[in-house]
């Protein structure tokens, strides 16, 4: 029978416990959680600062009409992207509809000549996002993986490569470990090697350094900047940040930016004020570290193992599918609203419970969140 693999796929994902769902939620802060009448406290939220609980004036046309390169690109664009580029320092930003968006797509296209590709190298950390390591699948570039954070295998790897264009892709921080990328020394290897660098710094902006500009302000600017407004900033869409060159090339061979609607004017002026909240959100940052300084010690004290890390995602890994759904299931009996983050997702046999915090949490929040993870795991 045709597309018989249809079933055989869902029934293999559902007997190894790695069957997705959707939750449909009636309410949602970054402190609370309503689902199916029932509150719970949230720590699945990646509303760090809790902008998103912000009331909004919205203003703007609701869609841009056509693709930026037709009639799409206004002037409320062009004012937000110059405001990202003097926040950070680069010459030219582009606006994406995502995050997956604009990753997948700046790869594509800077090695989107098979010509190009034969001399290029994509040196890419085992634990990079999916929309990198797609990105690089369907470039031309050879795409090379080294151990997470391993600055060693990376020096390696470059020492072995031949290839005339060389581009490091890390994370700012790790979506799914919470831990930080050693920027500097990768830095200096990109630097030594003649490569280029590129970072995603979605977890990390708003939250890393103290005007909340992300793994810029730890003294590295990478060729290319990639920051997205669906976290921290509590919005939706995304940006490049790169030299006047580069975004020229981009407009060129971007196939995600030539076709696409460029983003709604209302949601990009939208964004431009939650931008401008995120910098000027410096109680809510003092909040958010005195979250994550309280959680991971407490953790410690009560025995809990997780995952060494400084942001406010703080991993507990269980191990197979089944533990990290039992947890789960739990926690919700207990209030506490947590995913079970599964293979592939995560590596095999690293199936986890990510916690997140944010700024709109209280040690009392925090403290039943551990009671019952003690009690669960």
């Known amino acids: 029978m045709a597309f018989e693999f249809i079933d055989a796929a869902l029934n293999s994902r559902a007997a190894a416990s790695l069957l997705r769902h959707r939750q449909c939620i009636d309410k949602v802060s970054a402190r609370e959680i309503e689902v199916g009448g029932k509150r719970y406290l949230n720590f699945a939220s990646n509303d760090y600062l809790a902008l998103a609980d912000q009331p909004l004036n919205l203003t703007g046309q609701p869609g ?23 926040a950070f320092g680069y010459e030219s930003a582009l606006l994406f509809a995502s995050g997956f968006a604009a990753n997948t797509s700046v790869l594509q296209a800077l090695f989107n000549d098979p010509a190009v590709g034969r001399e290029s190298e994509l040196f890419q950390d085992k634990l990079n996002h999916a929309s990198l390591l797609d990105g690089a699948l369907h470039s031309q570039a050879r795409l090379t993986r080294f151990n ?77 900047l990639v920051i997205t407004f669906g976290k921290a900033m509590a919005c939706q869409g995304a940006a490049v940040l790169c030299s006047e060159r580069v975004q020229q090339y981009l407009l060129q061979f971007s196939r995600e930016y030539i076709y696409s609607t460029a983003m709604s004017p209302m949601l990009t002026d939208i964004a431009s004020s939650q931008f401008a909240q995120l910098r ?61 983050i599964r293979p592939p997702t995560v590596p095999q046999n690293a199936a986890r419970l990510r916690v997140t915090l944010t700024a709109a949490h209280t040690a009392q929040d925090i403290d039943a969140l551990l009671h019952a993870l003690k009690e669960a795991i």
Request: hydrophobic share 45%; charged share 15%; proline share 2%.
């Open 64 to 86: 841009s009409r056509s693709s930026a390169l037709v009639t799409g690109f206004q002037s409320v664009h062009a004012a937000f992207e110059s405001q990202l580029c003097e």
């Open 148 to 224: 997470h954070n391993d600055v060693g295998h990376l020096r390696a790897r470059l020492e072995k490569s031949k290839a005339k264009h060389k581009l490091i892709v890390t994370e700012g921080v790790f979506s799914m470990d919470g831990d930080c990328a050693p920027l500097t020394d990768i830095a200096q290897l990109a630097k030594t090697h003649n490569a280029w660098l590129m970072v995603d710094d979605a977890h990390a902006l708003g939250v890393v350094g103290d005007n909340g500009l992300g793994s810029i302000e730890r003294g590295v600017k990478p060729e290319l």
């Open 280 to 340: 000027s959100a410096v109680s809510q940052r003092a909040a958010l570290k005195d979250n994550i300084a309280y959680f991971t010690q407490t953790a410690a004290q009560l025995g809990i193992a997780v995952m060494p890390s400084v942001t406010a995602i703080q991993p507990i890994v269980l191990g197979s599918a089944d533990n990290a759904l039992a947890a789960q299931q739990q926690l919700k009996a207990h209030g506490i609203w947590l995913t079970a």
